[in-house]
């Protein structure tokens, strides 16, 4: 078993320099993008590959409600890294915002381990406890420049939030 250093990113609502730190000063093997701001995490990734800096991992990505301009990219996606597998969504159709009930037991129907959702813009974390996934809301890069790092070690995931710069 690997071990990986994940970035979860979403809600980002037109802050691209916010994608462009990311890509050139975090240091990564996968990031999800959870949706809502599909153009934008394009347009940053376009930007940096005109300065000779493609991204150096692959991004998963989903679209949120606010991405209807980009129907070709799925609602979810299930994606495993270092042993760990992820059930991600921008969170919206599972109606996240009147709890996490609905989220966490599609995750357990997919067999997830770890479940990334957006779309409230606040930073959560829910550990995994006796077969439900730990679910994991990283926030906005919108408000406050949230994102969030997954580490795992051993198959075993530590969650934090972390702020880019502000500009």
């Not at 966490?104 to 779309?119: I, K, P, Q, S």
């Amino acid at each position: 078993m690997t071990d990986a250093r994940i970035l979860a990113v979403s809600d980002v609502h037109g802050r691209i320099p916010a994608v462009r730190w990311l890509l050139c000063h975090e240091n990564a093997d996968a990031m999800f993008f959870l949706g809502d701001g599909i153009g934008d995490v394009n347009a940053a990734v376009a930007a940096e590959r005109q300065q000779g800096r493609p991204p150096r991992w692959p991004i998963y990505t989903v679209r949120g409600n606010c991405d209807a301009a980009f129907g070709d990219y799925p609602l979810e996606g299930l994606a495993p890294v270092a042993g760990v597998l992820f059930f991600y969504t921008h969170g919206h159709a599972y109606g996240v915002k009147a709890g996490s009930r609905r989220l966490a037991e599609e995750g357990m129907a997919r067999g997830a381990d770890v479940v990334l959702y957006g779309h409230t813009h606040r930073c959560r974390l829910e550990p995994a406890e006796a077969g439900v996934p730990a679910l994991f809301n990283p926030g906005s890069i919108l408000e406050g420049g949230s994102y969030g790092v997954i580490t795992v070690q051993n198959g075993v995931c530590r969650f934090a939030r972390c702020r880019v710069p502000a500009p």
